[in-house]
């Protein structure tokens, strides 16, 4: 049995060594720099197909209106409610004038593209979530992958904001502007240097996701259906792409069809409800987490028509990852054709990492 | 056998540990009672389906975190998504545009311009999307009929209400009716929410602007799901063709 890192701490302080050890070791940065690009990719695949639509979404002259917040907030001042529409937006900024919202709309993919690459990562980072936490503050299309994009861009930027800040021997504009190993085609010299920043950023991330994942859980057994086993019936017979016929046409295979369904519902939901309880562990736990984020992300995007939470699901699954775990997935990407460029195999085995934090003073 | 330990990792200041320590466990109860502020439901009881509210130490405590983590860093949240509800019904958009003079807008060969949302040929993010505006306006409400006499004040009128009055089969139209008027021997009215209408004003508003329009009339076609027990029985067919219901024409 291996023994915890906190075994030799006198017994009434474990949990406090426990509790900074999780969120407070520093740790190879590695996992934030793979979840930063992965995050990247996303956001970029969830704003660029917006290109010839950017003022009728976003825009106060679009769908909802200068007017329409005005009338939503006397509406919600009536009966002494906070208005149902997001606080704060870049693109409040623009007014009704289309010219700006497009300029804020390119300027924002210039910064995603920057973000993903790893460019001044501590700028980046900062903008991305200004622009995420943007372009979804849309009231007419509020889309339920948006609070997990937020989600995900906070923490990346805690990570890079708080990432290499503690370390000495940081130039001023690296302090500012974040590591210049955090470059997607980076070769940083001296190795990975650990960092407790990176951790709290992880460890933020895992928490949040967890949650997420168990409070959408149970709340789907606020529904009749999702007790049946029926949760996926609405999503695979959409009204307007279903006939009775169609349906009818399975009456043959009813019951293996109908339990097949209800198998995979009940499947989800001990999947979300119990995520906290294997999340965090290795060895074939890693099977169960991966393989649901994997089998989410084929769900999402071919059977239940739910873009973006695919993806978003295999990063917060990913998030789990210890910085072995993403070393050897370098390994693997290394031997992929196309890919060897991506993936970091020369940069030292996380043995090293203690060590180079010691010579180098460390990102803490 | 057990191994030797290593010391935890942390290397920290003292006061940098405790200082970090406070700010995640307010940032974990921000995010819980993002949570479990939330109603829930509905639930069922004896006058039908109803939600029940958030716990009142999560809704009192929620109010500091509520502005901080809610509404400026915006990362709390319940996580009571929509698409964990089953059986609500999909709906598109049509929408009609006049101009001054009470014409219809035109298309490139002649006919009437009807825009439908989700648009066919928009690329499928897009289309998503314009399915969550069309979705938006399917969200009507119960209309209760007033359980006394309903007097207005003096010089005033009675207050209205918006509901969907049949004007065919299958066929829905709006109507605003003094609250006194509202049919008593009426089971299941229903009728818009005030924020569906609120949506339904300014998808007309944007139409009539890019559409160089004077007014625009959405007619939203909602359909039911097939329920799983037309895989056993057969019910009529009616049950599964688009409700119509038109909001009325709304003015640039």
């Known amino acids: 049995m291996s023994a915890s890192r ?8 474990r949990p406090v060594a426990a509790w900074n050890d999780f969120w407070f070791a520093a740790v190879d940065p590695v996992g934030l720099h793979r979840l930063r690009v992965l995050a990247g990719l996303v956001f970029l695949l969830w704003l660029l197909p917006f290109a010839g639509h950017v003022d009728t979404f976003f825009g106060l002259g679009g769908w909802f209106d200068q007017q329409a917040f005005r009338e939503a907030a006397s509406e919600a001042a009536r009966f002494r409610e906070e208005p149902p529409v997001p606080m704060w937006s870049l693109l409040y900024l623009c007014g009704t004038n289309a010219t700006a919202v497009q300029a804020v709309y390119w300027a924002s993919v210039v910064v995603l593209v920057l973000f993903t690459l790893g460019l001044w990562p501590r700028v980046t980072a900062a903008l991305t979530y200004v622009v995420v936490a943007s372009f979804t503050a849309t009231p007419a299309v509020p889309y339920d992958a948006d609070p997990l994009l937020i989600l995900l861009a906070f923490t990346l930027m805690v990570g890079y904001l708080l990432l290499g800040q503690f370390a000495r021997g940081v130039s001023l504009a690296e302090r500012l502007l974040g590591p210049r190993d955090a470059f997607l085609l980076s070769r940083p010299a001296e190795g990975p240097r650990a960092s407790a920043g990176a951790n709290v950023a992880v ?9 997420a994942v168990v409070a959408s859980g149970l709340h789907k057994l606020q529904f009749g259906d999702w007790w049946s086993g029926l949760g996926y019936w609405s999503a695979l017979h959409r009204p307007f792409e279903t006939t009775v016929e169609e349906i009818k046409a399975n009456r043959p295979m009813a019951d293996t069809y109908l339990s097949l369904m209800s198998l995979a519902a009940y499947a989800t939901l001990a999947w979300q409800i119990a995520f906290p309880a294997f999340a ?17 992300f084929v769900g999402c995007a071919f059977v239940l028509d739910l873009p973006l939470f695919g993806p978003l699901m295999v990063i917060g699954c990913l998030s789990y990852l210890t910085p072995a775990e993403w070393r050897r997935l370098d390994g693997l990407l290394a031997v992929m054709p196309g890919l060897r460029g991506l993936a970091r195999v020369e940069s030292p085995p996380p043995a090293k990492v203690a060590k180079a934090t010691v010579v180098s003073g460390g990102h803490r | 056998m057990r191994h030797s330990p290593s010391p935890p990792r942390s290397s920290l200041p003292r006061w940098l540990t405790l200082a970090g320590s406070a700010l995640l466990l307010y940032h974990l109860a921000a995010v819980g009672l993002g949570v479990l502020d939330a109603p829930s439901g509905p639930w069922p009881g004896p006058m039908g389906g109803g939600m029940a509210i958030a716990p009142a130490f999560a809704h009192n405590l929620a109010g500091p975190t509520t502005y901080t983590h809610g509404k400026l860093l915006k990362v709390a949240h319940s996580y009571h998504y929509f698409t964990n509800r089953t059986g609500t019904p999909s709906a598109f958009l049509e929408v009609r545009l006049k101009d001054n003079k009470g014409e219809a807008l035109k298309n ?14 928009a690329n499928p993010w897009v289309r998503h999307r314009q399915g969550i505006l069309a979705r938006q306006l399917a969200d009507d409400l119960p209309v209760e009929p007033p359980t006394g006499e309903v007097i207005a004040p003096p010089g005033g009128r009675v207050p209205t209400v918006d509901l969907w009055e049949p004007v065919a089969d299958r066929r829905l139209t709006l109507r ?3 609250q006194h008027l509202v049919p008593r021997d009426r089971p299941g009215i229903m009728g818009p929410s005030a924020w569906e209408m609120l949506l339904a004003r300014a998808y007309a508003r944007h139409l009539c602007r890019s559409h160089g329009a004077a007014s625009a009339e959405i007619v939203r076609h909602t359909r039911e799901t097939v329920p799983p027990v037309v895989l056993f029985n057969d019910l009529p067919p009616a049950n599964f063709e688009d409700l119509v219901a038109s909001y009325g024409e709304v003015s640039r």
């Open chain 2, 176 to 178: 605003a009716v003094p």
């Open chain 1, 6 to 13: 906190t075994d030799n701490v006198p017994l009434p302080s």
């Open chain 2, 108 to 121: 490139a060969r002649g006919e009437p311009l009807v825009l439908r949302f989700p648009e066919k040929d």
């Open chain 1, 203 to 211: 460890r933020l991330l895992q928490v949040h996701f967890a949650v």
């Open chain 1, 280 to 296: 965090w562990r290795r060895g074939l736990w890693r099977v169960v987490l991966l393989g649901g984020a994997a089998l989410a």
